[in-house]
Each structure stands twice: as structure tokens, then as C-alpha cells.
């Protein structure tokens, strides 16, 4: 049995590291596990532009003891309104990594995000020219829709289309929680790829509503049946350079969670790898484990891979039931692994 595994330093290709407070308190922990993470632009107000992008940058940094080496990769975040040139020269400038999609009203802060993707021909063909990434939270938004079914549709209604309509665009399906974003992935004949979050490959929708409602396992999207858990498991352990490690570490405070209406967002940054580790041993992937978490996602966006490493040892670990202000994902329960540093 192995039991102490060192891989390549690992990414974190979908990562939400908020500002103010928020990111002074949760950065460190990103930075501590991984050498690099796209950050997310669902800010109040989203970054635009690149000169927001650049100064959001800056302060990633800052929140950061001097000297840490963590490079933060900066997204655009589309509007109906976004400026194709803007984009490119914010690329250009080696300040955009790559631009997010967002359907209105899909998710958290995503009131701004673009409310058609057939309006969005001139950015798209132009991030297909310039080889930028586009990346999709893909869940249709059409509330007659359930919600539960809301990715899957997203897959077949604008997904087949869009990769057609656009055969070189790059494209990563962020935080896919179903079989058929699995399958679609898997199979297109496409340049595209997804992340996989620690949360969908450890629980199910039923861990929602264990016993009462549980609104720490609820995040967006929304964690499906376990066909579907199983299915993106397989699909994270299978090898394949489409599927890589993205946390989607989402974190609020505890009142924002424990409410009426408790916002989507699970904050997993404490003990990610750890909790990826878990997954890959209990399907007999350790050996997989390497390039899921520190290789596939660096070739699919076409940087090299990080030089140095990280250790992870088998022992007990337990997820403390607060950190800071927020509560995160697995808190009070037992993993088997630990990174060590
Ligand atoms: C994210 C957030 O809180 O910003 N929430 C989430 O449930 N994942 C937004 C997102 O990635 O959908
Ligand atoms: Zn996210």
C-alpha cells in the first residue's frame, strides 16, 4: 500500500478567492497547495477589464506573505457588452489567462453575465483566433428547467452547438457534475476539457438534505444522483489529459450559508489535495492522482509544468469545523491523507 506519494506541485484551474477580508483570509490556503489557480472574476463588480483584472492581480498578491510563489492566472469575465479588442490586448498584455462564461443569473454574482451566447459571435470568433480559452459554467438558466437537469440540457442545447459553430474555439466545461458532461467531454471531437471539484466526487445530492437541510454541501452546480458522482470518478481517474483538477473552493461566511435563502459555494481550499487523494486511492488511482492534479490542465492551456513538488502521507487528518469565518467542506470528518509543508 502506498503510503506516501510525491507528485509534481499541483494547479487549481477554477478557484474563487474573493477581496477585501475574504481574500486575506482564504489565499493563503490556495498558495499553500498549489503553485498556480485561475482565478475567477465574479467580484461585485466582476472583472471586465484588464486594467480591473491587473489591479485584482495586485491584490491577490499582496494577501499573500512576501515571497510566496503563487502565481494567480487572471479570467474576463464576458458581459454582453464585452469589447473583443479589449479582451485580445488584455491577452496580448499577459494579463488574461482566459474569459468565463457565465449564463445571467446562473450562479453567484453572475447578474451581469451574458443573457444569449448567440449574441456573442465577435468574441467568440475572435477567442478562437487568438487561441484563448473560453471557460463555461455550463447550467441553462431557464428556471422551468430542473435543476438537477439544468447542465445536462446546457450540454445538448447550447454546448453541441457552440463547439460546432466553433470547431477551434478552446473550451473547459467548469465543475461538471453529470455523465453526460463526462461523456460530452470524453468524446467531442473538440479542443475541449472540464475541471472536476473535490465535492462532486465525494458526495451526492443526498448529502444536501441528510437528515435536515445541509446548506455547506450545496454549491452550484448543484450535486446530482450517485450515477452521475460515479460517473465524473470515472472520468477524473481514467487518465484522460480532457479532465483536470479545479476546486471550485467557493467560500461565504457562515450567515450567508446558514439563511433563508443561503448562497451556493463550497470552500474546500483548506484540504483539497487531501480530499483528491482520498478519491484517487479509493479507486486504486494513486498513480493517476499526477497528472489530473499538476499536468493535464498545464498542457491544456498550453504553460509548462511547475518544477518543484508536493508530498502527501497517509494519516489522519481532521477537517477542523470552522476556518475563519467560514465552514469547509468535510468539516469534523476524517481524511486519510495529509500534504505535508
Ligand atoms: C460560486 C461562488 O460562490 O462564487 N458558487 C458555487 O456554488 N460554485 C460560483 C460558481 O462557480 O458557480
Ligand atoms: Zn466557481
New binding site residues.
Partial sequence: MTDRLTIRRPDDW?V?L?DGAMLEAVAGHTARQFARAII?P?LTPPVTSAAAASAYRERIVAALPPGTAFTPLMTCYLTDDTDPDEIAAGHEAGVFTACKL?PAH?????AHGVTDIRRMTTVLDRLQRIGMPLLI?GEVTDRAIDIFDREAVFVDRVLTPLTRDHPALKIVL??ITTAEAAAFVAEADHPIAATI?PQHLLINRNAIFDGGLRPHA?????AKRETHRLAVRRAAVSGSPRFFLGT?S???VIGAKESGCG????FNAPFALEAYARVFDEEGALDRLEGFASEHGARFYGLPLNEGTVTLVREAVVVPDRVGDVVPFLAGETLGWRMLG
Fill in positions: 477554477h474563487h474573493r475567477m465574479n457565465y446562473a450562479t453567484t454574482n453572475s459554467h467548469e465543475h471539484t450545496y454549491c452550484l452546480p448543484v471550485d467557493a467560500p461565504h448562497c451556493a459555494g463550497i
